[in-house]
């Protein structure tokens, strides 16, 4: 069974900069995209970016500017730099895989998430 590990949340102050990386722990085929989401307390879970196996990159109007997705391949790694970092984007954020599976059904992978809180 395939495991995305996620690293480097944390505590940051507001205007500051993280950057996540998630992992997988084995080979995951056909890949459509890879992306990150995040939820607040109290709230749904949301997109926050995708980058496609063409490498097309999505973004929310949220986070446009700020955040950058990117990918290692020969890492099986994908990383969300976040610059300018606001209260508002305090959140656990979850790492995630979409891949075809028995195409043209396909499948989402799910990291186990990560805190991320801005606060002075």
């Known amino acids: 069974q395939v495991q995305l590990v996620e690293s480097g949340g944390g505590l940051v102050q507001p205007g500051g900069s993280l950057t996540l990386s998630c992992t997988a722990s084995?080979?995951?085929?056909?890949?459509?995209?890879r992306g990150w989401y995040r939820q607040a307390p109290g709230k749904q879970r949301e997109l926050v970016a995708t980058?496609?196996?063409?490498?097309?990159?999505n973004y929310a109007d949220s986070v446009k500017g700020r955040f950058t997705i990117s990918r290692d391949n020969a890492k099986n790694t994908v990383y969300r730099q976040m610059n300018s970092l606001k209260p508002e984007d305090t959140a656990v954020y979850f790492c995630?895989?979409?891949?075809?599976?028995?195409?043209?059904?396909?499948?989402?992978?799910w990291g186990q998430g990560t805190q991320v809180t801005v606060s002075s």
């Open positions: 995630n895989v979409r891949a075809y599976h028995d195409y043209p059904s396909w499948r989402d992978y």
């Open positions: 084995g080979t995951i085929f056909s890949i459509i995209a």
């Open positions: 980058i496609t196996s063409g490498s097309t990159t």
